[in-house]
């Protein structure tokens, strides 16, 4: 199987070419994904999710997100995945992966950030 990840991201044509991408280089299955925060808070839970890969949808309340996310989907690790620029990982998060980096370097985030 893999490590299971749900994606959220607001762009259905950017969640489809990672879905596929990750596909190709194995090792990980997308389990669900959401277009908005309410969509995730209610399919999260059911996806047994080991990563959740998150872009931000509200830069001011990255921190929120984060907690609400975790509150659905507690044993899951939260990976940013997003285009804003970012020093480090905010509080709630596992770890960050800039949009602009290649597929194969996102893959490795998610393999690394998966629970053991």
């Known amino acids: ?6 994606h959220c991201d607001d762009s259905t044509a950017f ?4 879905r596929e991408m990750l596909l190709e280089l194995g090792g990980v299955e997308v389990v669900g994904e959401a277009s908005s925060l309410d969509e995730a ?5 059911l996806s047994e999710a080991d990563v959740v890969l998150v872009d931000l ?8 997100l984060l907690g609400l996310l975790r509150g659905a989907a507690p044993e899951a690790a939260m990976l940013l995945y997003t285009g804003m ?11 960050h992966v800039h949009k602009s980096v290649p597929f194969a370097e996102l893959h490795r985030a998610i393999l690394a950030a998966a629970p053991a």
């Open 1 to 6: 199987m893999g490590v299971k990840v749900f």
């Open 15 to 18: 969640r489809v070419l990672v």
């Open 41 to 45: 808070l209610q399919r999260l839970p």
């Open 57 to 64: 949808f509200e830069r001011e309340r990255e921190e929120e």
């Open 85 to 95: 620029p970012l020093e480090h990982a905010p509080a709630g998060a596992e770890g």
